[in-house]
């Protein structure tokens, strides 16, 4: 089972993200066993697989939310190490769209937007400003720029946060479990807005359990179980001739009904 | 209705049903008493208990409250006045004794022809605090800033200040009002004038020795802001050289050279004839000033991920929280000297400030550390994901919210801290409710009161605490986010 392909280059050619057998223990806890992935630019890619497989905690390392025990990881050519101005190099390149949003509710909307630019880029604050307007209509909720984030839906919430991330201009997005907290009248408006930024051609990685999603963006997805990488395939492959007998379990289990 | 619905199967809503209002025996007087009251045989008997005890008590200090004399010149003459009036044997305050000492139980015994500095100090606090705490309201600001203004200026009239200072006092408040209302950011800066320019007042001496202190501030800042990019923390403790070179070197011959050319010379006040509730709030305002940044420094910092930090914090929080506040006032009063260089003169208040303020910082950082606690961590994260830095995502994301969760607790350490300084009796310090009361008792006129000191300074005490409490629950309605 331990077949681990070298990365199906996709779209593009140079390397996004290069990880390189990469461990990682909670406590005596193996989390993340030689994990070995290399993203191209351009590239969307699906992580599925059970609760506990180390998915989250996979792409959390890519932004050094978790770090690593063994192994490489170099995003954008640059590597993740204890160098604190490498960690935030990489933080202000990658932007992260969390399960429960986690937009900052003393803030209102535009403010929560502008704040990282201006703060971590520099941007004087119109010129900020403009780029939040221009997202949030992006995002399609330009209306809500100046209201707080505990008075919109959901939905809007995951929406709001995903321009904030695109408000600092990232050249990955990393997605994790993004409409999992949704209620189902709201995950459609947050994955239209997903769709729209993968046609944009935004490298992305996407932790999810939207298997529609996944056939219909994703140019590859990983299978994850037991902290390692079981099974990667395109998305027509991946579900219609699944190999491995954990992954067809899987799906069996999760598109069974 | 429900009929047709057991008929049919299929059904289908054609008009929503509008609210309506509760029917009347839900609301009304009548029901709140019944419930509330009269609820059970229990509860009736406990409300005709509690009637009782109300009654007690009303009908014991009522009279004496209302016996109460307001003219007279000793305890003697009072009482003479009370049996007259009221027959022998009835009882009654005796607050001429109030009307008689009131200076004393608000100045102690700073000299009364300078009456007028502690409360053109006290005024100008509102000032420097007014764009500060009322930034979010215009119009909460303006009212402050007026009411304070012409307050001082009347109390400081009636004080018998001499019209020069009366004249300059007005032109500095309209001054600095009208700094706040066009030039909000620079009027900042005015407030972290404010304490040098208190000082000067309250103790007087040459202005120039506390603008030399405050120019040692501003020549690290100015060293600091310079290099920090170049070389962070080492910038830091460069800083901290520049002004402490400054402070010792070139302070004391600058300012008495500058006091040369310009004398601009207060009357000066010493520390022990300070008293009453200009030591109190003194006291009070600069320990809670300097224990807020503190806290939050020391709570941080037992958050920390680097050990010796967080060691040294925990090790100045418990021990600090262990040990009663009057065990640090002695060490302020008796054994700060023997570690002192000898002959050093270092001020009893100051003193005391630093002890009280590292009493009420150590309580400051436990609360505002259960502030940080209450953060979900997916706000950190957020932050760090965005790339903020450390101070930036503390400063931006992390703080604004923990000392907003933290303002009950921060603000009752505050009360607790401003009622603590009554404990300066203890070093010898004339503190308001103690030390003064004493004193006035101990004259020969108003030997023998006892309730109206108490009653007069407990009640001082209530106005300025409530007041606090007050403004805490207006600033966490105003800050309020969640559903507006």
Redesign the interface.
């Known amino acids: 089972m331990t077949t681990q392909t070298t990365a199906i280059p996709a779209a593009g050619h140079e390397a996004a993200i290069e990880i390189v057998n990469l461990n990682k223990w909670y406590g005596t806890f193996h989390v993340l066993r030689d994990i070995d992935l290399v993203v191209s630019r351009g590239e969307r890619i699906v992580i599925a697989g059970p609760s506990g497989s180390g998915k989250s905690t996979l792409i959390r390392c890519i932004?050094?939310?978790e770090e690593h025990q063994a192994g490489k990881i170099i995003v954008d050519g640059t590597e993740l190490t204890h160098d604190?101005k490498n960690i935030?190099k990489v933080?202000?390149e990658?932007?992260?769209v969390?399960q429960?949003?986690?937009?900052?509710?003393?803030l209102t909307i535009l403010e929560n937007c502008t704040?990282?630019p201006i703060?971590?880029r520099k941007i004087p604050k119109r010129e900020a400003e403009e780029t939040a307007m221009h997202f949030l209509t992006k995002v399609k909720i330009p209306e809500q720029a100046h209201k707080?984030p505990?008075?919109l839906s959901g939905g809007q919430q995951q929406r709001v946060a995903i321009a904030?991330?695109l408000c600092?201009r990232p050249r990955i997005m990393l997605f994790d479990e993004p409409t999992s907290a949704l209620d189902p009248e709201m995950i459609k408006e947050v994955l239209d807005t997903m769709i729209e930024l993968a046609e944009d051609g935004m490298t992305m990685l996407c932790v999810t359990h939207e298997m529609g999603f996944a056939q219909a963006v994703a140019h590859r997805v990983i299978f994850m179980d037991q902290g390692q990488i079981v099974e990667q395939n395109t998305p027509k492959e991946f579900f219609n001739n699944p190999r491995s007998e954990r992954t067809k379990l899987f799906l069996s289990q999760i598109l069974g009904h | 209705m429900s009929e047709t619905h057991s008929e049919t199967v299929a059904y289908v809503r054609e008009t929503m049903l509008p609210p309506e209002p509760p029917p009347l025996a839900e609301s009304g007087a009548i029901k709140w008493l019944r419930e509330n009251l009269f609820s059970g045989p229990l509860n009736i008997a406990l409300t005709f208990v509690g009637l009782g005890i109300v009654w007690l008590i009303l009908s014991t200090v009522g009279p004496w409250l209302s016996h109460s004399v307001w003219n007279a010149g000793s305890m003697a003459e009072c009482r003479q006045i009370i049996a007259e009036t009221w027959g022998q044997g009835a009882s009654g305050a005796c607050f001429a004794l109030i009307k008689h000492r009131w200076n004393q139980f608000m100045f102690g015994f700073y000299p009364q022809v300078l009456y007028w500095r502690p409360v053109l100090a006290f005024g100008l606090l509102f000032l420097a605090l007014a764009p500060v705490l009322f930034s979010e309201s215009a119009k909460a600001r303006r009212i402050v800033l007026g009411l304070s203004m012409v307050l001082t200026f009347v109390i400081a009239a009636l004080l018998g200040a001499p019209v020069a200072a009366l004249l300059g006092m007005a032109v500095l408040m309209l001054a600095w009002a009208a700094l706040i209302e066009t030039r909000p950011q620079w009027s900042l800066l005015a407030s972290l004038v404010y304490p040098f320019i208190a000082v000067w007042l309250l103790w007087g001496g040459s202005l120039w020795s506390e603008a030399m202190v405050l120019a040692g501030f501003g020549l690290g800042f100015a060293v600091w802001r310079v290099l920090a990019a170049r070389f962070g923390l080492l910038a830091f403790a460069l800083a901290v050289v520049v002004a402490a070179a400054w402070w010792l070197l070139l302070s004391g011959p600058l300012a008495s050279a500058l006091a040369g050319v310009l004398p601009l010379r207060l009357r000066p006040v010493s520390s022990d004839q300070f008293g009453g509730f200009v030591l109190s709030i003194t006291i009070g305002v600069a320990g809670i000033a300097l224990s807020l940044p503190l806290g939050v420094i020391l709570a941080l910092a037992r958050r920390s991920d680097l050990p010796v930090i967080k060691l040294l914090a925990v090790m100045f929080i418990e021990f600090i929280r262990g040990v009663p506040l009057i065990t640090l006032l002695f060490v302020a009063s008796l054994l700060l000297n023997y570690f002192l260089p000898p002959g050093t003169n270092f001020d009893i208040i100051l003193r005391v400030i630093i002890m009280v303020t590292l009493f009420a910082a150590a309580y400051m950082a436990e609360v505002i550390r259960g502030g940080l606690a209450a953060l979900?961590k997916?706000?950190y994260?957020?932050a760090?994901?965005?790339?903020?830095?450390y101070w930036?995502a503390q400063r931006?994301?992390i703080l604004?919210?923990a000392l907003?969760i933290s303002i009950p607790g921060i603000v009752s350490t505050f009360i607790g801290m401003f009622k603590d300084t009554t404990l300066v009796v203890f070093v010898g310090l004339f503190d308001p409710l103690k030390a003064m009361a004493d004193t006035i008792r101990a004259s020969f006129e108003w030997k023998g009161a006892y309730w109206e000191p108490y009653i007069f300074v407990g009640a001082i005490f209530f106005i300025l605490c409530f007041g606090m409490s007050r403004y805490s629950m207006y600033l966490e309605r105003r800050?309020k986010?969640?559903?507006?």
């Open positions: 932004n050094r939310l604190l935030d933080r202000s990658v932007g992260m969390f429960h949003f986690n937009l900052f509710p003393h704040l990282a703060w971590v707080y505990g008075q904030r991330s600092m | 979900p997916g706000q994260e957020a760090d994901a965005l790339g903020l830095d930036k931006l994301i604004p919210q907003k800050l986010r969640d559903h507006r």
